[in-house]
């Protein structure tokens, strides 16, 4: 069975296993309805962008 040649670092290890640290994505607050969504992007609810319409949606 094959074997380490040489011993793996603590950085190493650490950096693996920090990769798997999942984390929930930063949502932001829409100032005319208060609803979460994803900086930098449409919000889905009202079809808002930084105080402008750009989609048209329709419920």
């Known amino acids: ?9 603590k950085r190493r290890s ?3 296993r ?6 929930a994505p930063q ?4 100032p ?4 979460a ?3 930098h992007r449409v919000n ?3 079809g808002m962008y ?3 319409q750009v989609l048209d949606v329709t419920v």
């Open 37 to 39: 969504f994803r900086p």
């Open 1 to 9: 069975m094959a074997n380490p040649k040489r011993k793996q670092s």
């Open 50 to 52: 930084r105080g402008r």
């Open 32 to 35: 005319t309805d208060g609803s």
């Open 14 to 16: 650490a950096n693996r």
């Open 18 to 23: 920090a990769a798997n640290a999942f984390k």
């Open 44 to 46: 889905p609810k009202n």
């Open 27 to 30: 949502v932001a607050t829409d």
